[in-house]
């Protein structure tokens, strides 16, 4: 395309707005960020302790293109299975991200102790073992689904039970290069959402990478969820939400919690993500002033505004 719609996406959060509509509904705007972000960027093929039995292999597809992980020796071969060539992979904390490009930018660099901290808030991520996987498909644009996922300003209206499942006064949001951290404490054992053992609970995290992932534990047992957010065109999208438990078949808490996530908060994110979409074809649509709150709780929009400047930086480059 011949030039990037005009924004007010500040170079600081601060006073800046949101993308205007035509970056969630223009098909161009969509086919440029198939090419210059999900063609050189990185995505989730799996946990690394999948891979420590002999012969084992982890697949994912990026980019249009299927990628298959395995070890040669000590070392994480990634390559891609239709042509041969070889991919990039990048080992975060106990995540193996892979890259159609093998001359992809390196993560590590870019991430300011992402893996350190994954590692303080889930201590156990190698004993973890896929669990369960809850797929939903949503007529909606892939950053409208990113927006709403990296942001809590909705939470109490549009999930209500959240407040109890988590302490929201305790929630803080810290924005880095291309990653960001949420955490808050867990909140009332027997919340409306599902129960967990207070003793034994993990606090709540949510780290989001960019572009697409988000992964972190929620209150209960030891657990990991991994979200990943798939654009499928300009208005659809499909989601992968995963669950990684200490044993393969949930116990009865974690499958409350599976539930929950599965009959509740996707029908309620479903429902608000594709009003969203619709209303961005409304000729009445005008983009808005982010909320930013320097303390970084959970009212604040600064996650929205870095990766908002990140889509713009990869568009253009």
């Not at 960001?180 to 995290?205: K, L, S």
Request: hydrophobic content about 45%.
């Amino acid at each position: 395309m011949a030039a990037l719609p005009s924004h007010r996406v500040g170079a600081e959060a601060a006073g800046s707005y949101t993308l205007p509509a035509p970056y969630y509904v223009d098909p161009a705007i969509y086919e440029l960020e198939q090419a210059r972000i999900f063609g050189r960027g990185w995505a989730f093929a799996g946990l690394l302790s999948a891979l420590a039995a002999p012969g084992s292999s982890l697949h994912c597809r990026v980019g249009g293109r299927s990628i298959t992980v395995a070890r040669d020796g000590g070392e994480l071969r990634a390559t891609n299975i239709e042509s041969g060539a070889p991919a990039a992979v990048n080992d975060i904390g106990g995540l193996v991200m892979v890259s159609p490009d093998a001359d992809a930018t390196a993560l590590t660099p870019r991430l300011d102790g992402l893996a350190e901290a994954l590692r303080r808030w889930v201590p156990d991520l190698e004993r973890l073992t896929f669990a369960a996987r809850i797929t939903s498909d949503f007529r909606a644009n892939w950053k409208v689904m990113v927006d709403n996922s990296i942001e809590c300003y909705h939470c109490p209206v549009a999930h209500p039970d959240f407040d109890g499942l988590l302490d929201l006064d305790s929630y803080r949001i810290t924005v880095h290069d291309i990653h960001a951290v949420h955490v808050g404490r867990a909140g009332r054992p027997d919340n409306t959402a599902y129960g967990f053992a207070g003793d034994a609970a993990y606090d709540f995290a949510s780290f989001w990478l960019w572009p697409n992932l988000l992964f972190g534990p929620f209150p209960g047992r030891c657990n990991l969820t991994v979200h990943q957010i798939l654009p499928l065109g300009p208005e659809r999208t499909r989601e992968h939400f995963d669950f990684y438990f200490l044993d393969a078949t949930p116990s009865p808490e974690e499958a409350a919690a599976v539930a929950y996530f599965r009959d509740v908060l996707r029908p309620q994110d479903v429902a608000l993500v594709e009003s969203v979409q619709r209303g961005l074809h409304s000729l009445a649509y005008r983009d808005g002033p982010l909320v930013i709150d320097p303390a970084g709780s959970y009212l604040s929009e600064s996650n929205l505004h870095r990766f908002h400047r990140l889509i713009l930086e990869a568009l253009l480059a």
